[in-house]
C-alpha cells in the first residue's frame, strides 16, 4: 500500500484539479438527455475526489512532525516561474472538507434538485475544481484564477432553479465577487510590482529585501488583498451579501457554499503565515485588526441569529459567525489557537452544510404542511372517533386530548429532528459533539497560550478575554436562536403529512453529521493533526524551501518523452 | 507618458466606482467594465512602462529590464482580460434575467418609493 502510494503519489497533486475538470468535460457531452448518466458520473467524479483528498491527506501527515509537503509542477517550469501546486498539512485538511461537501451536496441533488435547471452537474465539478485548486496552488495569481473560476461555477449555481429571488440575489453576489476580484487583482498587481515574483514562497523570502522606500507600496498592496479575501470571508462591513445570497440558493449549492467562506479564510490564513511568519520580516500590523474585525462579525452574526426570521437566514447568520470566530482566531497568531481554529473550521463548515440541507427540508414539510390539503381520509364507517369512547387513563395527552404514548413518529420526522438536534449542538459549540471540542480547544488556547499552567506567564490580553467572552455569548444566542426554530420546524409534534424524503437524501444530510461525531470520537488524532498544521503554518520554513527545492522533471532525449 | 498613464487608470477607476454605486443595472455593469479597465492597465504598469522594447529575450541583446519590457504583467493582463469579459457576458444575462422577472432595472429588484432619499436615479 505504502510504496504504491509513494510511487503515485507525486501525481496525485494535480488529481483534484485534473478530475473534476475531465469529469466536468464528459458530463457537458452527456448533456441533458442522459441526466442519469451525469448524476452517476458527478457522484463518481465526486467520491473519486474524495478518496484522492484522503489519500493526500494520509501520505502528507505519514511525513512526521514537519509533515511531508509535495510540490507539483504541471508545466514542467522551474519554480519561480512556472505553475507549482503544493500539498501540505493544511491544504490537505481542505481539500478533504471540501470533496466531502462535494459528495453531500451531490448525493443530495440526485435526489431532485439537479432537474430543477440545465448543467448542473458541470457547473458543479467546475466549481469543486475552482475550490480544490484555490486550495492546491502555490501562486497569487493562480489563486486568482481559480476563486474565479470556482466563482463563475457558483454564479451559475447560485442561479440554479432560476425564480425572482434567486436572481435578484444572484445579481448582488455576482456583482459584489466582481468589484472584490478587482480589488484582488490590484492588490496582486501592487505586490508584483514591489517583489517581482507572483510565487507565494519566494514572495515571502523576498519580502525582507524590500527597500523601505518600497515598503509603503508594499503595506498597501497587502491590505488591499486582505480586503478582497475578507470579503470572501465575509466579514463584518464585508459580509452583507452573503446572507441573502445563500438564503437563495438551492439547497446543494448552498451546503457547497458553506465552504466558500472557508476559502478566504484559508487565502488570509495562507499568505499572512507566509508573509508575516518569516522573523517579522513585516510587521503583521493587521493581526489587531483581524481580532477586532472578526470580533464584530461575530457579534453580528449572533444577533442576526436571533432576529433571523426564517431558517435559511439564520443559516447565513451561523456562517458570519462561524467565519469571524474563525478570523478572530488566526489574528492572534498564537499555534495553539490557530490549531483549535482549524478543528472549528472543519467541524463548523461540515455543520453548516448540513443545516443548508436541513432548512431546505424543513421548509418542505412546511410547504407540506401549508400548500396541500391533508388528504381526505376515509375511515370505517364509524360515526365517532374511537377515542370518544374509552379514554386512556393514565396517559400524557396532547393539547387535543390524544394520547401521546404508543403514537408512532414517522421515521423522517424523527430523522429531521435527529439531525437538526445534531446540528444545533455542533454549532452551538454544546457537549457532546465536535462543535464543543472545538471550541474548547479554541478557548483554552486563548486563554493559556502554550498549554502549560505556569505564574509567571502574562495574564491573557484583554482582546483574548473579549474573544473568550464573545465566542460564549454567541453560543448561547445560538442555542436559543437554534432551539427556537428547531422546535417551530421540526420537534413539534404536528398533525401533517409525513414529508417524503428519498434515502439518498437522508444519507446525503447524515453524512457531514456522521464526520462531526467522528471528529468528536477521533477528536485525539483530529487535534494532533490540526496541532501539526498550525505549528507547521506558523514556521512556514519548511514551506518555502520545499517549493523553491522543487525540481522540475528531466526529460531523457527521445526515451523519456512520453512518462 | 507616467502622468497619462495614472490619470487613465485614475479616471477609468473613478468613473467605475462612481458608476458602482449608482442605483440601475446598466450603470452597475458600466462601471464594473470600467473598473475592470482600470485595474488591466494599473496591472500593466506595474511591469514597468517602456516603449518600443520586447517582451521576448533577443540574442545579442542583454536580459535585463533594462532592455525588455517586463513580459509577466502582459500575460497577467490577457488572462484578467479574457475572465473580465466572460463575467461581464455572464453578468449581462443576469441583469436581463432581473430585468424581465421584476420588471424594474432597480439593482434592488423594486423601484424606490417617492419618498425615499435615494428616488432620483
Redesign the interface.
Known amino acids: 500500500m505504502t510504496s504504491w502510494l509513494d510511487a503515485v503519489m507525486p501525481h496525485l497533486v494535480a488529481a483534484p484539479i485534473v478530475l473534476p475538470l475531465a469529469a466536468a468535460a464528459v458530463m457537458l457531452v452527456l448533456g441533458q438527455r442522459w441526466r442519469a448518466a451525469s448524476a452517476l458520473v458527478d457522484v463518481a467524479a465526486s467520491v473519486a475526489g474524495l478518496a484522492v483528498a484522503v489519500a493526500l491527506l494520509v501520505w502528507v501527515d505519514r511525513g512526521g512532525e514537519g509533515g511531508a509537503i509535495a510540490v507539483y509542477l504541471p508545466a514542467n517550469w522551474p519554480v519561480p516561474y512556472g505553475i507549482a501546486l503544493v500539498v501540505d498539512r493544511l491544504a490537505a485538511l481542505m481539500l478533504v472538507l471540501a470533496n466531502l461537501l462535494g459528495v453531500t451536496a451531490v448525493l443530495y441533488a440526485t435526489a431532485r434538485w439537479h432537474r430543477a435547471g440545465v448543467h448542473f452537474h458541470p457547473l458543479f465539478q467546475l466549481q469543486l475544481m475552482g475550490l480544490n485548486g484555490a486550495f492546491l496552488t502555490a501562486d497569487l495569481f493562480n489563486l486568482f484564477v481559480f476563486f474565479e473560476v470556482m466563482l463563475a461555477a457558483s454564479y451559475g449555481l447560485l442561479l440554479h432553479g432560476s425564480g425572482t429571488a434567486r436572481v435578484r440575489a444572484g445579481m448582488h453576489y455576482v456583482a459584489i465577487n466582481l468589484a472584490a476580484s478587482a480589488v484582488f487583482l490590484i492588490g496582486v498587481a501592487m505586490l508584483y510590482g514591489v517583489t517581482g515574483t507572483l510565487n507565494l514562497a519566494d514572495m515571502a523570502q523576498k519580502l525582507a529585501a524590500v527597500p523601505a522606500a518600497d515598503r509603503g507600496l508594499l503595506h498597501a498592496g497587502l491590505a488591499i488583498l486582505a480586503i478582497a479575501f475578507l470579503t470572501k470571508a465575509a466579514m463584518w462591513p464585508l459580509g452583507f451579501w452573503l446572507a441573502p445570497a445563500y438564503a437563495a440558493a438551492s439547497a446543494p449549492a448552498a451546503a457547497l457554499f458553506a465552504v466558500m467562506t472557508k476559502v478566504g479564510v484559508y487565502a488570509v490564513l495562507r499568505c499572512s503565515m507566509l508573509f508575516f511568519g518569516a522573523d517579522g520580516a513585516i510587521d503583521p500590523l493587521g493581526s489587531g485588526l483581524l481580532v477586532a474585525g472578526g470580533c464584530v462579525t461575530l457579534a453580528v452574526g449572533a444577533f442576526a441569529m436571533l432576529a433571523a426570521q426564517r431558517l435559511a437566514r439564520m443559516a447565513g447568520a451561523c456562517v458570519a459567525v462561524s467565519s469571524g470566530t474563525l478570523i478572530a482566531a488566526l489574528g492572534f497568531g498564537l499555534p495553539s489557537l490557530t490549531a483549535g481554529a482549524l478543528f472549528y473550521l472543519t467541524s463548523s463548515t461540515l455543520a453548516l452544510a448540513a443545516l443548508y440541507l436541513l432548512v431546505e427540508l424543513g421548509e418542505r414539510v412546511h410547504d407540506v404542511d401549508t400548500d396541500q390539503p391533508e388528504p381526505e381520509v376515509h375511515h370505517a364507517a364509524l360515526p365517532f372517533a374511537l377515542e370518544a369512547i374509552e379514554l386512556p387513563q393514565g396517559v400524557n395527552l396532547d393539547d387535543e386530548e390524544r394520547a401521546l404514548v404508543g403514537r408512532v413518529l414517522p421515521t423522517t420526522v424523527v430523522f429531521l429532528g435527529l439531525a437538526y438536534l445534531a446540528c444545533a449542538l455542533v454549532i452551538a459549540g454544546l457537549p457532546p459533539l465536535s462543535g464543543f471540542l472545538a471550541k474548547f480547544a479554541m478557548l483554552s488556547a486563548a486563554l493559556d497560550p502554550d498549554g502549560v499552567p505556569n505564574a509567571l506567564r502574562s495574564p491573557p490580553s484583554t482582546s483574548a478575554w473579549l474573544f473568550v467572552a464573545l465566542v460564549i455569548a454567541a453560543g448561547l444566542l445560538a442555542t436559543i436562536a437554534l432551539a427556537r426554530t428547531g422546535m417551530r420546524q421540526f420537534w413539534t409534534a404536528r398533525e401533517r403529512p409525513e414529508p417524503r424524503l428519498r434515502v439518498v437524501e437522508c444519507v446525503a444530510v447524515a453524512l457531514p453529521l456522521t464526520a462531526c461525531v467522528a471528529l468528536a470520537i477521533g477528536a485525539e488524532p483530529a487535534l494532533r493533526y490540526a496541532r501539526d498544521a498550525a505549528r507547521a503554518l506558523h514556521r512556514p520554513a519548511p514551506y518555502i524551501e520545499a517549493v523553491l527545492g522543487a525540481q522540475p522533471v528531466r526529460l531523457e532525449a527521445g526515451r523519456g518523452a512520453t512518462r | 507618458m507616467e502622468i497619462v498613464f495614472s490619470l487613465a487608470v485614475g479616471v477609468l477607476g473613478g468613473c467605475g466606482v462612481w458608476l ?1 454605486l449608482r442605483p440601475r ?1 446598466f450603470q ?1 455593469i458600466m462601471g ?1 467594465a470600467l ?2 479597465h ?2 488591466n492597465l ?2 500593466f504598469s ?2 514597468s512602462l517602456s516603449i518600443d522594447a520586447e517582451p521576448i529575450v533577443v540574442v545579442g541583446i542583454a536580459a535585463d529590464l533594462a532592455h525588455y519590457t517586463d513580459p ?2 502582459q500575460a ?1 493582463v490577457l ?2 482580460i479574457v ?1 473580465n469579459f ?2 461581464t457576458a ?2 449581462l444575462v ?2 436581463l ?2 430585468r424581465g ?2 420588471g424594474t432595472d432597480h ?3 423594486v423601484e424606490p418609493r417617492a419618498g425615499d432619499g435615494d428616488a432620483r436615479a
Open positions: 458602482l443595472t452597475l464594473l473598473l475592470s482600470a485595474v494599473f496591472i506595474m511591469g509577466m504583467p497577467l488572462t484578467a475572465i466572460a463575467m455572464l453578468f443576469v441583469l434575467a432581473a422577472l421584476t439593482v434592488d429588484g
